[in-house]
């Protein structure tokens, strides 16, 4: 009997014990691969710097970053996903100058890696083959120093996955771009190559999705095959459908590798952390409301979300009486018959009963929590920095929240409301911050008619909006900066950075002059007080940028053709004017007419304001919301 009992429990035993094992094994081989393609990054790169010294033939020195890049690809999955601040700033920076994180003093950083190798071989006349000897001997000491490093990191299961996975997003955000290649426009090589090895690592995975779902397995392997052929029919990027593959190939690809994670039974991130992530894991749709997790922008804990702050917090938004006059609120100037901008060029309001002119476009607060960094010259690191700036700046609201709680703490219906949300909480700054940073995070428009194609909830759009959308992420080069999902300056695929540019802004658009706004670097924030930052603007979201015209920082231009237009010459430096750090590229983008009205047709398809511009009629203490907006 003893003996029947102890078989019957190794028989249990066993086949749980057989899964361990091979799931072990499996993460074995994907680090053996991590790193033998480490190792041949490497010796690409000392071939490359072995050239730099060797020959002065730009065919030659291009082939040898070429391959050096195509190297890379096959390894940046994992460097990205383990350490992207050292990818970012050593191996595959944009080429513009950097700021050293973490000291006290302003220490800017040149740039460096394979991004500004990419661009100097293709631009020949603007690099000296000592400069490119130096750059690519720091380059081979960089990688030296990230492979090794990387090659102590536990690779776990959640991390091959999550990895493959913001590689989706890589190749259709930054790779098929060419934001990474802008020299030799060579993104869709690199795209091949990377699925590749995606592919290389996730067959590693064949034997144990295949025992749970044979016909996972079979998808996954097909869209893989398929989207790496179709990659290599592509000659002319500039005919390149980038809407068509997401849509047939990486979107699919992306969902499949979700639900072979959850199938595996592997762990997620919310397994094993309760901090908030910027983007949502389980979304597999890029274009949907809950890929990116405004809770985490704002800095609110999921645990302590509460539908009664959100609505307490749309009250507060509308309410004049947070300013000293009680004759201005948030609306005033973010009007939501206008989706939330006031329409005019720079902000002319009323504060202290006197004229007051703040001297930059009021921006819409649709999908503006989707950011690190808040205002047109980045000064907020948070949310919370951006209200309180409203409330104590002696041009807007010009009070304090002692001031503003007291006057709520006298109005019996706003007491109940606040002690509904907040139980253990009196009215204060942290209740009132929170609640309106509640009402904000509810603003998110991704239902807009483009969004719906995406996720395939109709059947169609207007050829012109998808002919825009492909010139969008292709020749007109707007992605290079306004990155999807959100189509503005928060960086994929972690998302948790908001960049800013340069753009040599004119004045108007008939007059070649440069605006004397210097933004960023005179942002107040001392640590970046750069010269590389003078005239540099957060890059804002272009959706729903059909009703938020004038348009820029200024207001300058007052329709969508004149900004297109501004561009399509290459910015102040395109025409003429002397801008030394603009990072727009200076170059024609030779769009025609017929270009242009696509481009605007398609970021007129990305109008959504649904169920987020009604405005409460009255406020607690029975003040009516129409003597503020209207």
């Not at 970053?65 to 990205?80: E, G, H, P, Q, T």
């Not at 380059?139 to 990191?153: E, P």
């Not at 231009?557 to 900004?563: G, K, N, P």
């Not at 102040?572 to 696509?598: C, F, M, R, Y």
Request: glycine share 4%; charged share 20%.
């Amino acid at each position: 009997m003893k003996c029947s009992i102890f078989l019957l429990s190794m028989l249990l035993i066993l086949p749980t014990t057989s899964v361990a094992q091979k799931k072990t094994s499996v993460t074995e081989e994907v680090k053996k691969i991590f790193h033998q393609n480490l190792n041949a990054y490497v010796e690409q790169v000392k071939i490359l710097h072995q050239k730099t010294k060797e020959t002065k033939d730009w065919k030659t020195l291009q082939q040898s970053v070429k391959l050096s890049r195509n190297a890379y690809k096959k390894v940046n999955l994992f460097i990205d996903y383990f350490d992207a601040e050292a990818n970012k700033f050593y191996l595959n920076g944009a080429p513009l100058p950097k700021l050293e994180n973490k000291v006290p003093e302003v220490n800017v950083l040149q740039p460096e890696g394979l991004q500004v190798l990419d661009e100097l071989v293709y631009a020949k006349d603007s690099a000296t083959f000592s400069e490119l000897q130096n750059l690519t001997s720091k380059l081979l000491t960089q990688s030296k120093k990230i492979a090794a490093y990387q090659k102590i990191l536990p690779i776990e299961h959640r991390h091959v996955f999550e990895a493959l996975r913001k590689e989706m997003v890589r190749i259709f955000t930054m790779y098929l771009t060419n934001f990474d290649t802008p020299g030799s426009a060579n993104g869709i090589e690199e795209s091949a190559i990377s699925l590749q090895s995606c592919f290389q690592i996730i067959s590693v995975y064949q034997n144990l999705i295949k025992d749970i779902d044979h016909t996972l397995w079979s998808n996954i392997e097909t869209l893989f095959k398929q989207s790496i052929d179709y990659l290599g029919q592509q000659m002319q990027y500039e005919n390149f459908d980038h809407l068509y593959f997401y849509k047939n190939y990486l979107q699919p690809l992306d969902q499949y590798l979700y639900k072979a994670h959850i199938a595996l039974g592997i762990e997620t991130i919310y397994e094993f952390s309760n901090l908030p992530q910027s983007v949502n894991y389980h979304a597999t749709q890029l274009f949907h409301k809950s890929y990116l997790n405004p809770l985490y922008y704002a800095q609110i804990n999921e645990q302590d979300y509460a539908p009664e702050k959100k609505e307490l917090g749309k009250l507060l938004f509308f309410d004049p009486r947070l300013s000293l006059n009680q004759n201005m609120s948030c609306a005033t100037c973010h009007q939501p018959q206008k989706a939330f901008t006031d329409g005019k060029k720079v902000s002319s309001i009323n504060a202290l009963n006197q004229p007051t002119i703040i001297n930059r476009n009021t921006p819409t607060v649709i999908n503006s929590v989707l950011a690190d960094r808040y205002f047109y010259d980045l000064r907020a690191e948070k949310l919370a920095q951006q209200i309180e700036h409203v409330v104590v700046n002696d041009a807007e609201f010009h009070t304090n929240f002692i001031k503003i709680a007291n006057r709520l703490r006298n109005i019996k219906a706003y007491e109940v409301l606040f002690t509904n949300a907040y139980p253990n909480l009196e009215i204060n700054k942290h209740s009132i911050i929170t609640s309106i940073s509640h009402y904000l995070t509810s603003l998110i428009g991704f239902n807009s008619p483009f969004d719906q194609f995406m996720r395939n909830e109709i059947d169609d759009i207007p050829k012109q909006v998808k002919t825009g959308f492909n010139l969008f992420m292709g020749k007109a080069a707007c992605a290079t900066c306004h990155f999807p999902t959100n189509f503005s300056g928060l960086v994929p695929p972690f998302y948790q950075e908001s960049e800013s540019e340069v753009l040599g802004l004119t004045k108007a658009p008939d007059i070649a002059e440069l605006d004397t706004d210097l933004g960023r670097y005179i942002n107040g924030l001392i640590k970046e007080k750069a010269d590389h930052f003078k005239w540099s603007f957060k890059t804002p979201t272009v959706r729903n940028v059909a009703l938020t015209a004038p348009y820029m920082h200024n207001g300058a231009f007052e329709t969508l053709e004149e900004v297109i237009n501004f561009y399509n010459h290459g910015g102040g430096a395109g025409l003429g004017i002397a801008v030394p750090n603009q990072t727009l590229p200076a170059d024609s983008l030779h769009l025609t007419k017929a270009e242009i009205a696509a481009l605007q047709q398609f970021m007129e398809a990305l109008t959504d304001t649904t169920g987020l511009t009604n405005a409460p009629k009255v406020l607690p203490g029975g003040l009516k919301v129409s003597f503020i907006v209207d």
